[in-house]
């Protein structure tokens, strides 16, 4: 397998604060990699930063070897990297069926297309025809995933996948992952839920104050070792 | 009575016409665009200029000032309004109001403040009977219809093809829409060139129908503010029936006394402001 999308040595600002440190990461094609982390360790300014929607200060983006940094995020979609961002960020004035429009507008050759979003999302098929702001927090979500996945990405960025969602609707959008990674789109995804997250995925990445400070395959770390450095106790343990 | 309600309508389309531009660049992208009624005299007088001064027949020089003024729109987007927009809400209006008093001032400067009218082979006086004693101008006519078709077009290509829907995404969010392969720069540069060819339409219907000079603007900003107000923010249906209120009023004020005219029209959207602020359709696509 090779190396789709990677950073090297990501310095990324908010303003005068930095919000990550010398980052590198890598997802193969094909591959489930999470991000795990405390609340404002740069989980999401990573993805911002690798969609495009962010510009490093230092370090690169590279695509399939060629270096994106400079790409900006309306281009990166048509390489192949599309972003679930945090919030879900849907239109709100746009209908479900309208979301996945646009979504679609720009999309790569691919296996999905809205009826096929419809069928891998239960979800997203019973409110196709609402208004994108009378949905509720699952349905918003699955919704930002469907359009996400219309652009036939070949990685797809995952921001905050189960935040504030029941745990029988994380189940089925979780559910609908699986068909995803049937397809053999790379996945990168940030999960609070460190149990879930070391289940699905192949690798894992720890941020900390926006330094990577643990890198593995879940069956080679330790539960343990993951949550000491999910919190930064490794000085004490 | 019959007829000043007639040319009331048909005034209300002409009113329409100048704020149809505005409502959209305002239902888009937030923008108070102070300069819209400047604009659409500068492209009267290129187009009376091309016909006058250059001898360039009117039906090849009304398309080419419209292309101009759209290329103009698509300039002013990139490299004014782009940074505006992105450095607070006041700063667009701000800069615009400066843009109409910088054109209102190059108009005059380079055309001189003399009155001027755009002839277009007798169309302007040509008149089509109704009845035995009703008779409306062609001209007024042409403007209604224009108006009807570019507000109705407008509405339709925004909510029934898939381009249009990626405007109202990029209205929305822009840096989602970015995600989505959207690049909303392009998306608004687009808009406002268009606002610009729909107000420099305007401008030449004003310019046949009545006359202008370099600080006509003002006053057809006005109007417009006004048609935009009285039909709700951001609604383009909203905007036709705002326009036909307003020109009704004045019309039928005018039938009374020509000098209650204006004051008609101004009174009526006072009241609208007190009793309805909102407008007859508020914002429906936002």
């Known amino acids: ?74 281009r990166r979609v048509r390489l192949g990297v599309s972003l679930t961002p945090e919030g879900r960020r849907l239109f709100p004035s746009l ?89 053999g789109t790379g996945l990168l995804l940030v999960e609070q839920d460190l149990q879930r997250a070391m289940e699905v995925c192949d690798r894992m990445y720890c941020l900390l104050e926006g330094r990577i400070v643990l890198a593995g395959r879940p069956g080679e770390l330790g539960r343990d070792e993951v949550v000491a450095a999910y919190f930064g106790l490794r000085g004490a343990s | 009575m019959t007829q000043a309600l007639v040319q009331g309508v048909l005034v209300g389309g002409q009113y329409a016409l100048f704020a149809a531009g505005l409502s ?8 108070v665009n102070l300069a819209h009624g400047a604009l659409a005299v500068a492209g009267a007088y290129l187009a009376s200029t091309a016909i006058v001064t250059l001898g360039v027949p009117a039906p090849l020089a009304i398309p080419l000032a419209l292309v101009v003024m759209a290329g103009a729109g698509w300039g002013l987007q990139q490299l004014v309004l782009e940074r505006t927009m992105r450095s607070g809400e006041f700063t667009t209006p701000l800069v615009t109001f400066a843009l109409s008093v910088v054109i209102g ?19 302007e006086t040509a008149s089509v009977p109704i009845t035995s004693t009703l008779s409306v101008g062609w001209i007024s006519v042409l403007v209604f219809v224009a108006a009807v078709v570019i507000l109705g077009g407008v509405q339709l290509f925004l909510h029934r093809t ?16 970015a995600l989505m392969g959207v690049d909303h720069r392009v998306v608004f540069s687009a808009v406002t060139a268009f606002g610009l060819v729909t107000a420099t339409v305007a401008g030449i219907a004003f310019g046949v129908q009545s006359s202008f000079d370099p600080n006509t603007g003002v006053l057809l900003l006005l109007f417009a503010f006004e048609t935009i107000v009285i039909g709700g923010l951001g609604s383009l249906w909203g905007t036709l029936v705002g326009g036909i209120v307003l020109g009704v009023s004045q019309t039928l004020a005018a039938a009374v006394d020509v000098q209650y005219s204006l004051l008609a029209g101004h009174v009526v959207f006072l009241a609208f402001l007190f009793v309805r602020p909102r407008g007859i359709f508020p914002g429906t696509w936002q």
Not at chain 1, 8 to 22: C, E, K, N, P, R
Not at chain 1, 45 to 54: I, K, Y
């Open chain 2, 105 to 123: 001032n190059l108009l005059l400067m380079v055309f001189g403040s003399d009155v001027r009218s755009i002839a277009l082979a007798g169309l």
């Open chain 2, 24 to 31: 959209l660049m305002f239902g888009v992208m937030r923008i």
């Open chain 1, 95 to 183: 209908t479900v069926a309208e979301n996945l429009q646009v979504g679609a507008w720009k999309a790569r050759p691919g296996a999905w297309n809205v009826e096929r979003v419809y069928e891998a999302f239960p979800l997203v098929a019973g409110v196709r025809d609402r208004r994108a702001d009378a949905l509720s927090g699952g349905e918003r979500q699955a919704v930002a995933i469907a359009r996400s996945l219309l652009a036939n990405p070949r990685v797809l960025l995952l921001d905050e996948v189960s935040l504030g969602l029941a745990p029988v609707v994380v189940d089925q959008l979780y559910g609908s992952l699986t068909a995803i990674r049937g397809e």
């Open chain 2, 162 to 177: 898939v381009l249009g829907r990626v405007v109202r995404a990029a209205a929305d969010d822009g840096a989602t829409a």
């Open chain 1, 1 to 74: 397998m090779s190396v789709l999308l990677e950073t090297d040595g990501l310095d990324v600002f908010h303003g005068h604060l930095q919000a990550l440190h010398d980052v590198s990461i890598g997802v193969d094609e094909g591959e489930t990699v999470a991000l795990v982390g405390a609340n404002g360790a740069g989980k999401s300014t990573l993805l911002s930063t690798l969609a495009g929607a962010h510009r490093p200060r230092r370090g690169t983006v590279r695509w399939a070897g060629r270096d994106v940094t400079a790409l900006p995020a309306h």
